[in-house]
């Protein structure tokens, strides 16, 4: 049977998701007309299954981004010294400008990007992206200068297409029923990402040392240590190239006016005054401020030693502990987040993981008084507990990417609204890393308040964001309206 789309009106052929100009009333009449046809579905709409081959593929698509962003991280400061002959003392600094010009190039292009989707359509800028991508990241391991490297980190970032479009096409892809088992799966794939990523560029960087018996006589591996897990990576992302010329669908829709012209969508500043769009957006850029900020404190605070605040970690200790908040993320993710935002809704789940952050956060600290005091037995106990715990908080971030897409004011304005709300991630992302861990470093070498200066800083940053859910618009609640059956079957 053939999958069916939403119904629209016979003279709304298409629609625009991104803006190019300002609306007019009658534009505006329009747009009105079709959200309240989406939010009044028929029922057959609504029970629509979700297309899991779409999903797959696009999910696939998903996976490329974090591998690409991640896979580099193993080897690029000891790339960067060989590449510049620089001290160990200088690594650091190449290293974070090279990811802040990525994250910087991102968000100059996010809102462009989502835009030419809006234009010419999902697939194509996906495809394009891809492809992009990929040859980006396959050049990166043939840099010889530093200048090189920083020039092929700038053009992977240039293709920034691919996340904004993903999210879009699941979105189009799902009903309010099943958004939040599509993207629980779209967060297993990018938490999937970034296990794979960081195996590959470990496990196959300078092959040549690592496995001299097989690689050490070829030139090739000599000349280029690099090269290897940057190419598997580039491969990987033209398959997935490959299959979506095949395979995936297109999700687009364009509409027209009665007298067969593409009406003009919303334009980006429209859309952020769009009622409650800037809230969630709050929302959404406190939650990913706290995300990002944990991720770049959390293994300085684990190698840095008990009398200064931290847990004195090996590389070894820290990747298991990484792995097992991995692996906790997926299991929140993939099988509780799904039956929970059933029940409770996205404020509800906002709400939850809003008050459980701060606890989480102060853990850290206790932690390392229990080690002062040689209390080895506890902290064994409680620390990989609380680690796979804080994994509930992940739900958080699919949470507040279904207000997102709950918030839009206009299905025209779904590509527009991502792309915002990706550039502010971006631009979070090109700021946090060295602005936390420098602030780490500073409670931990002044020792203010023994050295947890930073977790006071994190507590009080989640307690905002807990603040700002208070304030979620009803729009973007996340209640799924049961049917007579479900109400039946619970009674």
Same mark, same amino acid.
């Given at each position: 049977?053939?999958?069916?789309?939403?119904?629209?009106?016979?003279?709304?052929?298409?629609?625009?998701?991104?803006?190019?100009?300002?609306?007019?009333?009658?534009?505006?009449?329009?747009?009105?007309?079709?959200?309240?046809?989406?939010?009044?579905?028929? +029922?057959?709409?609504?029970?629509?299954?979700?297309?899991?081959?779409?999903?797959?593929?696009?999910?696939?698509?998903?996976?490329?981004?974090?591998?690409?962003?991640?896979?580099?991280?193993?080897?690029?400061?000891?790339?960067?010294?060989?590449?510049?002959?620089?001290?160990?003392?200088?690594?650091?600094?190449?290293?974070?400008?090279?990811?802040?010009?990525?994250?910087?190039?991102?968000?100059?292009?996010?809102?462009?990007?989502?835009?030419?989707?809006?234009?010419?359509?999902?697939?194509?800028?996906?495809?394009?992206?891809?492809?992009?991508?990929?040859?980006?990241?396959?050049?990166?391991?043939?840099?010889?200068?530093?200048?090189?490297?920083?020039?092929?980190?700038?053009?992977?970032?240039?293709?920034?297409?691919?996340?904004?479009?993903?999210?879009?096409?699941?979105?189009?892809?799902?009903?309010?029923?099943?958004?939040?088992?599509?993207?629980?799966?779209?967060?297993?794939?990018?938490?999937?990402?970034?296990?794979?990523?960081?195996?590959?560029?470990?496990?196959? $960087?300078?092959?040549?040392?690592?496995?001299?018996?097989?690689?050490?006589?070829?030139?090739?591996?000599?000349?280029? +240590?690099?090269?290897?897990?940057?190419?598997?990576?580039?491969?990987?992302?033209?398959?997935?190239?490959?299959?979506?010329?095949?395979?995936?669908?297109?999700?687009?829709?364009?509409?027209?006016?009665?007298?067969?012209?593409?009406?003009? +969508?919303?334009?980006?500043?429209?859309?952020?005054? $769009?009622?409650?769009?800037?809230?969630?957006?709050?929302?959404?850029?406190?939650?990913?401020?706290?995300?990002?900020?944990?991720?770049?404190?959390?293994?300085?605070?684990?190698?840095?030693?008990?009398?200064?605040?931290?847990?004195?970690?090996?590389?070894?200790?820290?990747?298991?502990?990484?792995?097992?908040?991995?692996?906790?993320?997926?299991?929140?993710?993939?099988?509780?987040?799904?039956?929970?935002?059933?029940?409770?809704?996205?404020?509800?789940?906002?709400?939850?993981?809003?008050?459980?952050?701060?606890?989480?956060?102060?853990?850290?600290?206790?932690?390392?008084?229990?080690?002062?005091?040689?209390?080895?037995?506890?902290?064994?106990?409680?620390?990989?507990?609380?680690?796979?715990?804080?994994?509930?908080?992940?739900?958080?971030?699919?949470?507040?990417?279904?207000?997102?897409?709950?918030?839009?004011?206009?299905?025209?304005?779904?590509?527009?609204?991502?792309?915002?709300?990706?550039?502010?991630?971006?631009?979070?992302?090109?700021?946090?890393?060295?602005?936390?861990?420098?602030?780490?470093?500073?409670?931990?070498?002044?020792?203010?308040?023994?050295?947890?200066?930073?977790?006071?800083?994190?507590?009080?940053?989640?307690?905002?964001?807990?603040?700002?859910?208070?304030?979620?618009?009803?729009?973007?609640?996340?209640?799924?309206?049961?049917?007579?059956?479900?109400?039946?079957?619970?009674?």
């Amino acid at each position: 049977m053939a999958e069916r789309r939403p119904e629209i009106s016979a003279t709304d052929e298409t629609t625009p998701l991104l803006a190019a100009s300002s609306a007019n009333p009658t534009t505006q009449a329009n747009e009105e007309s079709l959200v309240k046809h989406q939010s009044n579905a028929s +029922p057959e709409d609504e029970e629509k299954p979700l297309p899991m081959g779409q999903i797959a593929i696009l999910c696939y698509a998903r996976l490329i981004e974090p591998i690409a962003f991640f896979s580099i991280f193993p080897f690029v400061n000891q790339m960067i010294r060989d590449t510049g002959n620089l001290d160990e003392r200088d690594v650091g600094f190449y290293s974070g400008l090279i990811e802040s010009l990525f994250s910087l190039t991102q968000m100059l292009l996010m809102i462009q990007w989502g835009r030419l989707s809006d234009r010419v359509g999902r697939k194509p800028v996906l495809l394009f992206s891809l492809i992009g991508v990929s040859i980006a990241v396959s050049l990166f391991g043939f840099a010889k200068e530093i200048w090189q490297m920083i020039l092929f980190r700038c053009l992977a970032g240039v293709f920034a297409g691919t996340i904004v479009t993903v999210r879009t096409m699941i979105s189009e892809n799902s009903t309010p029923k099943t958004q939040a088992r599509a993207f629980s799966l779209f967060a297993f794939s990018g938490n999937l990402g970034i296990f794979f990523g960081s195996f590959l560029g470990g496990a196959l $960087a300078d092959p040549a040392s690592q496995y001299p018996k097989v690689f050490g006589h070829i030139r090739f591996f000599q000349h280029y +240590p690099y090269a290897t897990p940057t190419i598997i990576v580039g491969v990987m992302g033209l398959t997935s190239a490959i299959v979506i010329a095949l395979f995936l669908k297109e999700t687009l829709v364009r509409r027209e006016d009665v007298k067969g012209q593409v009406k003009p +969508p919303m334009t980006t500043l429209e859309v952020i005054k $769009a009622p409650g769009v800037a809230m969630v957006l709050a929302i959404y850029g406190g939650v990913m401020l706290t995300a990002l900020a944990n991720t770049a404190v959390s293994p300085v605070f684990m190698f840095t030693s008990v009398l200064r605040g931290g847990y004195g970690f090996s590389p070894l200790y820290i990747s298991i502990f990484i792995a097992l908040a991995g692996f906790s993320q997926s299991f929140w993710t993939l099988a509780v987040f799904p039956p929970l935002h059933k029940r409770i809704g996205t404020r509800g789940i906002l709400r939850v993981t809003s008050a459980v952050l701060p606890v989480l956060f102060l853990v850290n600290p206790i932690n390392n008084q229990l080690l002062k005091h040689n209390q080895i037995t506890a902290f064994w106990i409680i620390a990989p507990i609380m680690m796979l715990l804080g994994g509930f908080y992940s739900q958080a971030f699919t949470s507040v990417q279904l207000a997102v897409n709950d918030i839009t004011p206009t299905p025209a304005a779904l590509g527009t609204l991502n792309g915002v709300a990706l550039t502010l991630v971006a631009g979070i992302r090109a700021i946090a890393p060295a602005l936390f861990a420098s602030l780490f470093a500073f409670g931990a070498r002044t020792q203010i308040l023994g050295g947890y200066l930073i977790w006071l800083i994190m507590i009080a940053m989640s307690i905002a964001v807990g603040i700002l859910v208070l304030y979620l618009p009803e729009k973007a609640y996340g209640i799924v309206k049961k049917t007579n059956e479900e109400d039946n079957e619970e009674d």
